[in-house]
């Protein structure tokens, strides 16, 4: 079954550091979205992307997150100068379009700013 | 605002029964979800529903009434590996997924 795969597992940074978190959506996906899980708190929506632009955004994703699909599989995120509050789950997911009933995530990628 | 309630945290005894409550205040609606999730792991996708009613999966069914904002989850023979969270999500007017904090459930001998 395809699934959603996303690299590091977990990333450990120091502050004012940048990272790119990368994801692999399912192939014939086309709807791409990045969502943030402190610890021990809701999901939250950053961002979906679409046809090689951003297609929503929420209030948290300012000017330090940046998504980009380098290529035909890879979808990334990556925060400039990261700051404590950055820890989190990163979890990246695809859909077939943007009324689709299911979005798969992938596993997450554990980021520690320290 | 956008805002939905569930419960924190539930706790059911193996074999029973336990309906786990959402309710949504949202800009538009286009459809409310229900995911698990294990702590530590993504959240992975249980039901949908977009018209008033019940829908039926196996030992899991979810309910939907729009013109309350309102829908459940209701779990049957619950089994150890149940204990999970239970997220509670809608789909606004932009197809935005909003999240429920998410009912922690625990199952007990």
């Known amino acids: 079954e395809p699934e959603v795969t996303q690299t590091p597992s977990h990333q450990v940074t120091q502050m004012g550091q940048e990272v790119i978190l990368r994801c692999v959506p399912i192939?014939?996906?086309?709807?791409f979205y990045w969502y943030r899980q402190i610890l021990g708190q809701k999901v939250e929506f950053l961002v979906s992307?679409?046809?090689?632009?951003?297609?929503?955004k929420s209030e948290i994703f300012d000017d330090q997150f940046s998504v980009e699909r380098p290529d035909g599989s890879n979808f990334t995120l990556k925060i400039r100068s990261t700051k404590l509050e950055d820890s989190a789950m990163y979890f990246c997911?695809?859909?077939?379009?943007?009324?689709?009933?299911?979005?798969?995530f992938g596993p997450g990628t554990r980021l520690t700013v320290t | 605002g956008q805002n939905i309630d569930q419960p924190t945290e539930m706790t059911a005894t193996e074999g029973a029964i336990v309906q786990i409550n959402c309710t949504y205040q949202?800009?538009?609606?286009?459809?409310l979800f229900w995911y698990q999730q294990h702590a530590g792991e993504a959240p992975t996708f249980l039901s949908y529903?977009?018209l008033d009613g019940l829908e039926e999966k196996g030992r899991f069914s979810s309910f939907l009434s729009r013109s309350k904002g309102y829908s459940y989850l209701l779990l049957k023979e619950l089994q150890m590996k149940d204990s999970a969270s239970y997220l509670c999500?809608?789909?606004?007017?932009?197809?935005?997924?909003?999240w429920g904090a998410g009912t922690k459930l625990i199952i007990k001998p």
């Open positions: 997911a695809s859909s077939l379009d943007r009324r689709s009933r299911e979005q798969y």
């Open positions: 192939s014939n996906h086309l709807y």
């Open positions: 992307f679409y046809n090689n632009e951003i297609s929503e």
């Open positions: 949202t800009s538009g609606f286009n459809g």
């Open positions: 529903n977009v």
């Open positions: 999500a809608v789909q606004d007017s932009n197809y935005q997924l909003i």
